[in-house]
Structures are given as C-alpha cells and as structure tokens.
Nanobody
Framework: QVQLVESGGGLVQPGGSLRLSCAASGINFNLYIVGWYRQAPGKQRELVARSRNSGSINYADSVKGRFTISRDNAKNTVYLQMNSLKPEDTAVYYC???????????WGQGTQVTVSS
C-alpha cells in the first residue's frame, strides 16, 4: 500500500519560514518524480516544486528564490523549505509522487499552511 504522509504545516507570520516533510512508503522512491502542489480556497491545485531523481528541479515562478525542494532517497522523504512566506502562500500543500516511466500518481492527504499576522 502506497502512503505519502506530510508534516510540518502550521501558522506563520509573513516573512517567516516553515519546512514541510513528506515520507513515502510502498514505492521505489528512486523511480519517482516527487514534488509539492498547493491549493488555496477557490483556486485550482498548482505545482509548487518537483524533483527528479536525476537532480532536475522545477519551481513555480511565484516561489523561486524563496522555496527549496530537496529529497533524501535513503529516507524516502521529500522536503520543502519555505522562506520569506507571504499571505498568498496560504494553502493546503500536497505531496505528490509520479513514476517517471509508468505515470503512476500518488497524493498525500495535505497539510495546511497559513501565513497571517
């Protein structure tokens, strides 16, 4: 059974930082593109950042220079370090794993990030 379990969300003031973690089980982590998406109220889910095992990384323009994605294949875990947070970063953040060849796609349950003073 595949599980993606996120942690690290919460309430933070503008300009603050949070680190999200996503621990995967039931998959060969090395074969997956892993990443983070977010969905704000009334908006579509959007890509935040994703990482291929090759080292290739993509970021949404809105988070470039502020967010950093990293993966630890030995721990089957992907992280999202979020700095200089803005109120518009408020959303539910979802972990995603997509098989690079087969396209199998899995989601975590989501973790709430709220940026507010």
């Amino acid at each position: 059974q595949v599980q993606l379990v996120e942690s690290g969300g919460g309430l933070v003031q503008p300009g603050g930082s949070l680190r999200l973690s996503c621990a995967a089980s039931g998959i060969n982590f090395n074969l997956y593109i892993v990443g983070w998406y977010r969905q704000a109220p009334g908006k579509q889910r959007e890509l935040v950042a994703r990482s291929r095992n090759s080292g290739s990384i993509n970021y949404a323009d809105s988070v470039k220079g502020r967010f950093t994605i990293s993966r630890d294949n030995a721990k089957n875990t992907v992280y999202l370090q979020m700095n200089s947070l803005k109120p518009e970063d408020t959303a539910v953040y979802y972990c995603n794993a997509e098989h690079e060849v087969l396209g199998n796609n899995f989601w975590g349950q989501g973790t709430q990030v709220t940026v507010s003073s």
